[in-house]
């Protein structure tokens, strides 16, 4: 069984959806949790991090954390186009340690 | 500011060989992280150095080394190449080896192993 697991989709949604992205870990230890955002041919790019249960919003994203049920969520308002992408979640130990990633899920918002 | 620079983009090498990746970071980072993402596996972390020290290393076998210098610059090495270290090999640069998962990855180098 892998530390983090995410669907890998692919999922597709029609424009102005709310898009629901799910990781699930097993090691109670991790502290941190991040959502990368990784286009075709390109690096991933970090969306967001917190490192406590409960909510946390920037525009249209909102991540989610529940350490009792090790369950991550990055929510997506009033999707675009253009946040057609590969989402990973992603978890570390420590502040600086090495970052655990999930598979990604492959988002495809159609006009 | 420039963002973190890997070279090659794209390379072509066969079983047995050997090959060297090279990463820039955001000038005035001095952390860099390697990671390999593969459609099967994901992203794997493979290393992590500060100050040319290696702080972090990942469950890889020896065959895959890496260095940094003064300047921040690092390469990675993976040696006696194998079909399966076909992937994209990303480099992804830090301020401090403090930061919360505030990496800057590069485009990656594209590996194909024949």
């Known amino acids: 069984q892998k530390e983090v697991e995410q669907d890998p989709g692919p999922l597709s949604v029609p424009e102005g959806a709310i898009v629901s992205l799910n990781c699930t870990y097993s090691n109670s230890a991790f502290q941190y949790f991040m959502w990368y955002r990784q286009y075709s041919r390109k690096g991933p790019e970090l969306l967001m991090y917190?490192?406590?249960?409960g909510n946390k919003e920037d525009g249209r994203f909102t991540a989610q954390v529940d350490k009792s049920s090790k369950y991550i969520s990055l929510f997506i308002r009033d999707s675009q186009p253009s946040d057609s992408a590969t989402y990973l979640c992603a978890m570390s130990f420590s502040v600086g340690g090495k970052l655990i990633f999930g598979q990604g899920t492959e988002l495809s918002v159609k006009p | 500011k420039a963002g973190v620079t890997q070279t090659p983009r794209y390379l072509i090498k066969t079983r047995g060989q050997q090959v060297t990746l090279s990463c820039s970071p955001i000038?005035?980072?001095?952390?860099v992280s390697w990671y390999q993402q593969t459609p099967g596996q994901g992203l794997q972390f493979l290393f992590e150095?500060?100050?040319?020290?290696?702080?972090n290393k990942g469950n890889f076998p020896g065959r895959f080394s890496g260095r940094q210098f003064s300047n921040s610059r690092s390469e990675m090495n993976v040696s006696t190449l194998e079909l399966g270290d076909s992937a994209l090999y990303l480099c992804a640069s830090s301020l401090t080896d403090r930061g919360i998962g505030e990496l800057f990855f590069g485009e990656g180098s594209r590996l194909t192993v024949l």
């Open positions: 150095y500060f100050s040319e020290t290696q702080r």
């Open positions: 917190t490192y406590s249960s």
């Open positions: 000038s005035g980072h001095r952390s």
